[in-house]
């Protein structure tokens, strides 16, 4: 074969399709589409809660609003009446706040020692200690809700902020244990015994191993518990009364307390402020989210 | 003071029903490389999981040096631990990993940092101290696994499998390192493996397993010329042990399977041979390639394939229907399908009763 002399007359293969190819308008477009409908709502809450009753009265919902004021804002956090309640959200974000804020941290330790106790330190009866907990998690809330009053009845807690914090950090167990068992288990177990030999205890190899190791399944864990608890509305209205109820509830009684006329724009400037912590949980722990996922790609 | 350092008395474990080691007994010298041969699933690295104290034993009893630790926990064994996959402390820097055990023994710090110190320069490892695992090949990984075990400061050293995830290369130039670090030290090393050159060159004794139980402990040299059983022979060395079987006739004299015979005299027995059904084992360096035929002494064989490994040829052979393998300087040359005479060296080769599969 020594006629077959290579050719380096310039690349070869199919080139590079252009950005705007029909292609890629298609997919786009698709997207921005669908992307416009789903922001449609957000949109019009915004400019609704931006406006004055007068323009809403108009009736042309997306129409911007003439000279947008916070008012509705202001109403809604300070000053908007539930019944006789005349001191709007804020006494429901801070409620909110005391029962997310301990829910989370009592549940998170809890469930991630249990994790690690059930991947780690086998027991006796452990496979059937985790089944009972995981199946916790598929018995439905309705059986459990008039248990829970007469439990919570008979140790004092019923309408208060504690109560609901104990429910929300034992209704967090079974998945939250199943999350950190499961990574857990996914740790080498070789480190766990190097960790041994090393003289580490229990506790030694929890904090100075497992968790230093485990700041992904931290991240999952507290944007699952965040959203859920500050969201809840059953266990909210049920287990607390009209002073300790949280944000959601609060919100619904704004939204259905019939006084004249609808104020549409405080309705959704509170809508919008209760749904402000998960959103602001979401941008931010789905950066730590991405980090922590990269940082525990790099394997020793 | 005995010589004993570590000492495994009649070790029972069970798994639920599952018997992985039974009655097993075992006593390793001071400073001796003893080396846990067999297959996977023998219950070598179960047994140095036992040793280690990371696996409760179902019964027995385990000494090391000197003290009773059946029941110890791992820390208070004075064992270090190397293993496969290294089990480095990823998020800790190579300092903290050599330190983590020293620091959970509330040791004073200048004592850990003269033993950091010491361990980072018998394993060259000082610049890499900074370093956290990810940083590292798997040859300074597993030299700073080692290290975690050598500033304990222990009588004994486990290894699980320390070479079996770094590549051929770097797996024997550690393995010339242990060998140097085992002289340089001098403590008892228990060395878990499934490959029998690192057995063979590491090993002052080794210990072949299989099914729970030790099959043969003895001296690397002891087990390749003498294997105590068939599965030892075939176990050991490569290329294989042929197996011929076949019948021991005229009083322990002669070995003949399919027509053929060769005559036994130059056997070492182990006691006295009787006729009977036999297998009969030759390594591959034991057969020679004879120019004339010698009653009782040569078989006709037809080579079948060749196998040039290098330094030497593996000729396989066809001996009607029975396969006899024969290393040969790799300058000769033969061709397939030709017939040969094939010596055999009998007081090298290994005899074994066919129902006890015992070395005769």
Redesign the interface.
């Known amino acids: 074969m020594t006629d077959a002399t290579v050719n380096f007359d310039g690349p070869h293969g199919p080139k590079p399709k252009p950005i705007f190819s029909g292609r890629n308008i298609f997919i786009y477009g698709t997207l921005a589409i669908v992307s416009a409908y789903y922001l449609l709502p957000l949109y019009i809450m915004i400019i609704t809660s931006l406006k004055d009753m007068d323009q809403i009265r108009g009736g042309n919902a997306f129409e911007l609003p003439i000279g947008p004021d916070f008012e509705a804002w202001v109403k809604a956090w300070s000053s908007a009446c539930t019944g006789l309640n005349c001191d709007g959200l804020s006494r429901g974000f801070w409620n909110s706040f005391q029962i997310l804020v301990p829910s989370v941290v009592i549940s998170i330790l809890i469930a991630s020692v249990n994790g690690y106790a059930l991947a780690n330190w086998p027991f006796r009866w452990s496979n059937i200690f985790f089944t009972i907990l995981i199946f916790g998690a598929f018995i439905p809330y309705q059986v459990m809700i008039y248990p829970i009053v007469i439990i919570l009845r008979e140790l004092g807690l019923y309408t208060k902020l504690t109560g609901l914090v104990m429910v929300h950090s034992i209704f967090g167990m079974p998945i939250l244990t199943l999350l950190f068992r499961n990574y857990f288990t996914s740790v080498?177990e070789?480190?766990f015994?190097?960790?041994?030999?090393?003289?580490?205890g229990f506790w030694?190899i929890y904090f100075?191993?497992m968790v230093?190791?485990s700041l992904p399944i931290f991240v999952v864990a507290i944007i699952l518990q965040v959203t859920g608890i500050w969201n809840d509305f059953l266990f909210g209205v049920i287990y607390t009364k009209a002073e300790n109820y949280p944000m959601t509830v609060q919100l619904n009684n704004i939204v259905n307390s019939v006084q004249g006329t609808k104020e549409y724009n405080v309705n959704m400037a509170a809508t919008i402020l209760t749904g402000l912590v998960p959103l602001v949980v979401y941008f931010i722990s789905g950066k730590l989210f991405v980090r922590g996922i990269a940082a525990g790609a790099?394997?020793? | 003071m005995s010589d004993v350092s570590v000492s495994v008395k009649n070790l029972d474990l069970n798994f639920g029903s599952v018997e992985v080691l039974k009655d097993l007994n075992l006593d390793i010298h001071h400073g001796e490389f003893l080396v846990l041969l067999g297959p996977s699933g023998c219950g070598k690295s179960t047994l140095l999981n036992c040793l280690a104290g990371l696996l409760d034993v179902s019964g027995g009893q385990i000494h090391i040096s000197g003290k009773n630790v059946t029941w110890s926990e791992p820390k208070d064994r004075g064992i270090g631990m190397v293993f496969q996959s290294y089990a480095l402390y990823p998020q800790m820097t190579v300092r903290g990993n050599l330190e983590f055990g020293l620091k959970n023994q509330k040791l004073p710090k200048d004592e850990i940092e003269k033993r950091v110190a010491r361990a980072a320069d018998i394993l060259q490892i000082q610049e890499l101290l900074n370093r956290k695992p990810a940083a590292l090949s798997g040859g300074q990984r597993q030299r700073v696994a080692i290290g975690r075990a050598l500033v304990r400061d222990v009588d004994v050293f486990l290894f699980d499998e320390p070479l079996s995830n770094l590549d051929a290369k770097l797996r024997s130039e550690l393995r010339v390192e242990l060998k140097r670090l085992h002289n340089q030290l001098a403590n008892t090393m228990i060395y878990v493996t499934h490959d029998q050159i690192e057995a063979l060159t590491l090993a002052d004794r080794i210990a072949i397993m299989r099914g729970g139980y030790i099959q043969q402990l003895a001296d690397p040299m002891t087990v390749y010329n003498k294997p105590s059983n068939l599965f030892v022979a075939g176990f050991i060395g490569s290329p294989a042990m042929s197996m011929i079987d076949g019948e021991i006739q005229n009083g322990g004299t002669s070995f003949s399977f399919k027509g053929h015979s060769v005559t036994l005299s130059g056997y070492e027995a182990n006691g006295e041979v009787h006729d009977g059904k036999a297998i009969l084992g030759v390594r591959p360096e034991h057969v020679s390639i004879e120019s004339t035929a010698q009653a009782g002494k040569t078989l006709e064989a037809t080579l079948d394939i060749i196998e040039p490994l290098g330094s030497n040829t593996l000729l396989w052979f066809n001996v009607d229907g029975v396969i006899i393998s024969a290393l040969v300087p790799s300058e000769l040359s033969y061709k397939s399908g030709q017939t040969y005479h094939l010596g055999l060296d009998i007081s090298k080769a290994s005899l074994f009763d066919a129902a006890s599969e015992q070395r005769l």
Do not use: N, Q, S
């Not at chain 1, 015994?193 to 580490?200: L, P, T």
């Open positions: 080498p070789e480190l015994k190097a960790a041994r030999v090393d003289g580490a030694g100075k191993i230093p190791m790099v394997k020793g």
